[in-house]
């Protein structure tokens, strides 16, 4: 396994829609060598989530896993077990907008207040090419939301509401995390 470099905000990789993979591909042993390789670069890097653009690759792939015991994220209450996600549908369940701190491994440093539908369901393959379906809400919907949106070349920044509501870590952890009851996101 190799860890990847992680493409930054303002590499047009980025900004490039992720084509689908065929089962073919999926099985094949580049796909799958990627997608151990993206885990280890997760890992690496601390995130809860990782899309295949942010390593360089414009394929609708990415992974959702989050532990409690993340040192990053002491503040995580529920986990989810790892997924991986290949070329996902989403389909809103509940278009209740809820509100997220999100940050993201390709704008670091940022923290941003962003709005999404509070449920959705994921109809996707996993990485044995097999159908699946999820429904995710709360938090975790947030989550899905925030890495479905890289297959799309969106970043969570293109979704704050209010400029006013990007701001840097350490200023967020210091005046509007002692204030907030709202979760932090970071993939
Ligand atoms: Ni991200």
Redesign the pocket.
Known sequence: MTIRKIARMGHPVLRKPARALTLKEISSPEIQRLIQDMMETMHDAGGIGL?AP?VHEALQLALIEIKVDNPRYPEMAEEQELLVLINPKVTVLDETEQAFWEG???VPGLRGLVHRPRKIQIDYLDQNGKEQQFIAEDFLATVFQ??LD?LNATL?VDKIKDPRNLVFIEEYQRYILPESKDQELA?
Do not use: V
């Open positions: 899309a942010q993201c491994l390709s925030h890495e890289h969570y993939d």
